[in-house]
C-alpha cells in the first residue's frame, strides 16, 4: 500500500484556478470513485472538501470541485482566494476495508 | 456532526506502548455505519492511516505497515474507541487524530493530540 502522489507545491494568484493531482493504481483511485480530498491549516485538523470524487459536504464553497480520469484524482479550485491556502491531501479506498493518503500539496496564494 | 476528543500521554518512552482514548459526542459508537478511525501526521509531514473499527460487529482494519503493532477497540459504555501502538521508536512521533468516516470519507476529526517518543 503506498500512498498516492501529489505535488509538493501549486501556487495561484487571488481569483484564478489552480488544480491539484492525485495519482494511485488500478488498486485504488483507479478501481473505486471514493477519493476524498482535505484542506488543513496550520495547526488545525484537516476538513473534508471533497468526497466521493466530486460531492461537496454542506458548506463547502462551490468554487471546490473534484474529479478524475483513469487513476489520477483531482482538486480544482476556482476564483482563488487567500484564505484558500493551506495543506490539501487526497485520500483513497484502496478495497479490503483500507484506505491510503496522498502525501499531501501546498497551496500558496501569491 | 460528532464531536471527538482525543486522550492520553503526551511523552512516552521508546519501545513501550501507546494507549489513546477518544470519546465521542453527539453521536454513538455503537449505531450507523461509520468507521472510528485512527490517522498521524508526523510534524511537516502528511497524513497516515493507522487503522478503524466498524461500528457494526466491531470488526477491524489497519494499515498493513503498523499491523503487527495496532490494536484499536471500542468501549460501547463509554462512547469511546481507543488505539494501542506498541513497541514506539523515535518514528512514531507525531500528531495523532481520531475521526469518524462515513463513505470512505472523514466527515469529523478530533484537535488531535501530540504524542512524543522519547529514549
Known amino acids: 500500500q503506498s500512498a498516492l502522489t501529489q505535488p509538493a507545491s501549486v501556487s495561484g494568484s487571488p481569483g484564478q484556478s489552480i488544480t491539484i493531482s492525485c495519482t494511485g493504481t488500478s488498486n485504488d483511485v483507479g478501481s473505486y470513485n471514493l477519493v476524498s480530498w482535505y484542506q488543513q491549516h496550520p495547526g488545525k485538523a484537516p476538513k473534508v472538501m471533497i468526497y466521493e470524487g466530486t460531492e461537496r459536504p454542506s458548506g463547502v464553497s462551490n468554487r471546490f470541485s473534484g474529479s478524475k480520469s483513469g487513476n489520477t484524482a483531482s482538486l480544482t479550485i476556482s476564483g482563488l482566494q487567500a484564505e484558500d491556502e493551506a495543506d490539501y491531501y487526497c485520500?483513497?479506498?484502496?478495497?479490503?476495508?483500507?484506505?491510503?493518503f496522498g502525501g499531501g500539496t501546498k497551496l500558496t496564494v501569491l | 456532526q460528532v464531536q471527538l476528543q482525543e486522550s492520553g500521554p503526551g511523552l512516552v518512552k521508546s519501545s513501550q506502548t501507546l494507549s489513546l482514548t477518544c470519546t465521542v459526542s453527539g453521536g454513538s459508537v455503537s449505531s450507523g455505519s461509520d468507521y472510528w478511525s485512527w490517522i498521524r501526521q508526523p510534524a511537516g509531514k502528511g497524513l497516515e492511516w493507522i487503522g478503524h473499527?466498524?461500528?457494526?460487529?466491531?470488526?477491524?482494519n489497519y494499515n498493513p505497515s503498523l499491523k503487527s503493532r495496532v490494536t484499536i477497540s471500542l468501549d460501547t459504555s463509554k462512547n469511546q474507541f481507543s488505539l494501542s501502538l506498541s513497541s514506539l521508536t523515535a518514528a512514531d512521533t507525531a500528531i495523532y487524530y481520531c475521526?469518524?468516516?462515513?463513505?470512505?470519507?472523514?466527515?469529523?476529526w478530533g484537535q488531535g493530540t501530540l504524542v512524543t517518543v522519547s529514549s
Open positions: 485520500c483513497s479506498y484502496a478495497g479490503g476495508a483500507t484506505v491510503v
Open positions: 473499527i466498524y461500528t457494526s460487529g466491531g470488526s477491524t
Open positions: 475521526a469518524c468516516s462515513t463513505a470512505w470519507a472523514y466527515r469529523d
